[in-house]
């Protein structure tokens, strides 16, 4: 997986349904926390920064659940970029198991956007050129 | 959208994000409220009993996020049946806001799972001839 | 409970944990649910209108959990004021069983609020006279 | 704050509202992850194997919540033991901004349960002694 930006999360009391495994959308926000993480430590801008005055909205979301995840697994996940548009970026992701089975994997395109100064609308904005030269160390 | 099980939610506080609309992972919140609706509505299958024995874990996702929800607007959500397996079924389903257009959109594929009797693993399991029956009205 | 505001809710797939009961946070969006509707209903503000220009934050919370909720559980709400103040209300809250058991009840502490231009920052804000009135129908 | 068990907790873009600040349901979220991390460092007790045979549910809480959490802020979470009864314990907890400032503090008090054989039904359970003494190093 190299080029990939990883991050570690661990199942928490919080993601597990009554059959005790990670009920799916909590998947999506663990997701989520990972584009919050690969912004801030890979892009250098922080969500509480990015969101002053845009945002990253997801427009395309597929998902494969392959194998559950219950209470206390440690799950490993990776995103990495597939197709960087000029506002918008087509990510692949996996999140594995500890022994390397696949738990679940897919894409997901997110868009950048900027607010109007009412914070009501939003508009597609390009990558600015400095964002484009860190977000390609990640193209796989 | 002949064949569709319909439900209305309003999306709340709880749901929304910093920039006003919609966290996606709440999306796919009510699409399963929605799935669990289908369950108790048209199978007459509420998830109290559903979840004594076994469940219908997600195992494929598609969603296409078309148009922002705000708080306060209210989503008509439908689903229905594309193909219809042994074990599995393979859903459409779609949220409209008010005035018709498409919020979101995409596909999503259920599996029926016995749990084993400690509940800690579980293996697909056939739908019984009563409950296809009442699959096969919502098949599109 | 003469003059406390109503509304039914019941219990989801996504409240409930691992034992197959009400994770408490879960509670917690259910009673912010109840304030939400107890503004579009009681007091004709919907939150959409309201957080255009501020907010009601919870400062203070008491809960008593006393008899677990479970899938599919309908439970009945109660709000009511106790103490009204300049831009605060002290109120008194309880979820009902089916059978009219105590499912949970305690006091919250909500206060009207004014967000900057910037929103940025709040600061307190005296409930305007149309609200207080109707705000004491629902005093006990 | 000696004696309590201490864990950090970033502020994520899942945990704040429409008006950028912590919604309070959430800060619960956190107070039961920091539960979880007790008992896994604390008590050697992941919740994983806590949750086979019985649980620890939240019977009583209070929370002030003093000043508002924002996207990227770190928090502090303490949690000490104030009262230890014989199946039940009344703790203590605060979480603290950068600055040393309180963002929220309260009590909670939780009781030890065992699940009967089918999990449907739960009845309190006294600490063992080796639980007792790692729990009486957290009394304040």
């Known amino acids: 997986m190299k080029n990939a930006f990883i ?12 059959a005790g495994i990670v009920f799916y959308p909590r998947f ?5 926390n990972l584009v919050e993480d690969f912004y801030a430590e890979a892009l250098n801008l922080p969500f509480k920064n990015l969101h002053e005055t845009g945002g990253i909205p997801t427009v ?3 998902a494969q659940f392959k194998k559950a995840a219950r209470l206390g697994d440690e799950l490993t996940k990776y995103l990495w970029i597939k197709n960087l548009g000029g506002a918008s970026m087509h990510c692949g ?3 594995e198991h500890e022994d390397g089975s ?5 894409d997901v395109t997110l868009v950048r956007v900027d607010f109007s ?5 939003i508009k597609a904005s390009a990558f ?10 990640y193209l796989l």
Chains 1, 2, 3, 4 share one sequence.
């Open 7 to 18: 991050k570690k999360e661990t199942v928490r009391f919080q993601h597990v349904d009554y």
């Open 28 to 32: 999506l926000e663990m997701l989520n």
């Open 60 to 62: 395309d979301l597929k």
């Open 93 to 95: 992701f996996k999140f």
């Open 102 to 106: 696949v738990c679940l994997e897919g």
């Open 117 to 121: 100064d009412d914070r009501k609308s």
């Open 128 to 137: 600015p050129d400095d964002m484009r030269a860190k977000l390609e160390k």
